[in-house]
């Protein structure tokens, strides 16, 4: 089963830049579209991002379109979240995981997604 570890969370200003990784292990990365969700204190996890097997496939939540760039390295084992233009709303712990499916779908349902890694804080206040 494969397995997640995220980092390159923190504390950033409004208007700065992120870079997220999630290292896999176990399975060879590109057996599935891997998803970044987040969950923000007292609210459910929603998904951000998602990455299919191919590059061209890619889905991102409307709050980070234009924002946010998903990129993967089936080499590296690692999918990166470009985080640019932060707002004090992207504050949240940010997760990836897994997809049952190989390519990215409209929606992305928590319930889709497994091997949760254990998340990288991101705090974006002045």
């Known amino acids: 089963q494969v397995q997640f570890v995220e980092s390159g969370g923190g504390l950033v200003q409004p208007g700065g830049s992120l870079r997220l990784s999630c290292v896999a292990s176990?399975?060879?990365?590109?057996?599935?579209?891997i998803g970044w969700f987040r969950q923000a204190p007292g609210k459910e996890r929603e998904g951000v991002s998602c990455?299919?097997?191919?590059?061209?496939?890619?889905y991102y939540a409307d709050s980070v379109k234009g924002r946010f760039t998903i990129s993967r390295d089936n080499a590296k084992k690692t999918v990166y979240l470009q985080m640019n233009s932060l707002k004090p709303e992207d504050t949240a712990v940010y997760y990836c995981a897994a997809s049952r499916f190989s390519v990215c779908i409209a929606t992305m349902y928590v319930n889709d997604f497994g091997s949760w890694g254990q998340g990288t804080q991101v705090i974006v206040s002045s």
């Open positions: 990455i299919g097997r191919s590059d061209g496939n890619t």
């Open positions: 176990g399975y060879a990365l590109d057996y599935y579209a």
